[in-house]
């Protein structure tokens, strides 16, 4: 009964990360602090126990730094506060690489990667983001590769350069099956090409359940509403 609760509560945590950092609103989170599973285990001593805590606690403790940096994103960005999200995200993510963990590191390379975009600093974004596709390249954890490709071309200031990342990013998100990173695709891409690029923002705004609340699904609709008044 104990391992099914334990494993309950890490489906729970995973799908709370995953959620938020997609772009989901969680208004709460009930993860409360106790060990969970860990494939490392170090004898009878108890240590193991304590490991397994400290790799959860440092997940949480990551991913309540990402949500708030996320949130820290808005129209009057605080560039002060900016700064220490990017100094707190980026000693998480290197007590998180040194302690050999890859839970969830490549969605939380790409907060910082915003974050650094946001700040001015896109040539430290590209390098988190590049850091960040070679981790999945080489663990085959590329769930949110097309987000990192997304991301990355907003760090090129040649438009050639962003155009294929664009691209690339939009076909693995279709391939995929990840509508909502194809549609911010999409829409970026509107944004660097205008007109052109209406017809793919209308093919993944059409594949996004229409009943949804989502920003992205909004910024495409006006944007199709404003083409269709031009045309």
């Given at each position: ?35 969970i599973s860990c494939t490392r285990h170090a004898g009878p ?29 808005g129209a009057d960005v605080d560039q002060s506060a900016l ?149």
């Open positions: 009964m104990l391992a099914v609760g334990r494993d309950r509560l890490a489906r729970r945590g995973l799908f709370a990360t995953l959620a938020a950092l997609a772009g989901y609103h969680v208004t709460r989170v009930d993860v409360r602090p106790r060990p001593s108890g240590t193991g126990r304590a490991a397994r805590f400290d790799v959860w606690r440092l997940v949480g403790a990551t991913w309540q730094t990402a949500i708030r940096g996320q949130a820290a994103l700064e220490g999200h990017i100094a707190t995200m980026t000693t998480l993510l290197g007590c998180f690489r040194a302690s050999g963990g890859n839970l969830f590191c490549t969605a939380y390379d790409a907060v910082l990667g915003r974050l650094l975009i946001a700040a001015g600093r896109p040539a430290a974004a590209r390098e988190c983001l590049d850091t960040a596709l070679a981790l999945a390249q080489d663990t085959g954890m590329c769930y949110y590769d097309a987000e990192l490709l997304r991301l990355r071309a907003r760090t090129h200031h040649e438009p050639a350069a962003r155009q294929a990342d664009i691209n690339a990013a939009l076909e693995l998100a279709g391939r995929q099956g990840a509508t909502l990173f194809e549609l911010r695709a999409a829409l970026d891409d509107f944004e660097l090409r205008g007109e052109p690029a209406s017809c793919v923002v209308a093919d993944a705004a059409k594949r996004m359940p229409a009943n949804n609340a989502w920003p992205e699904l909004a910024r495409a609709q006006a944007a199709l509403s404003e083409r269709s008044q031009c045309i």
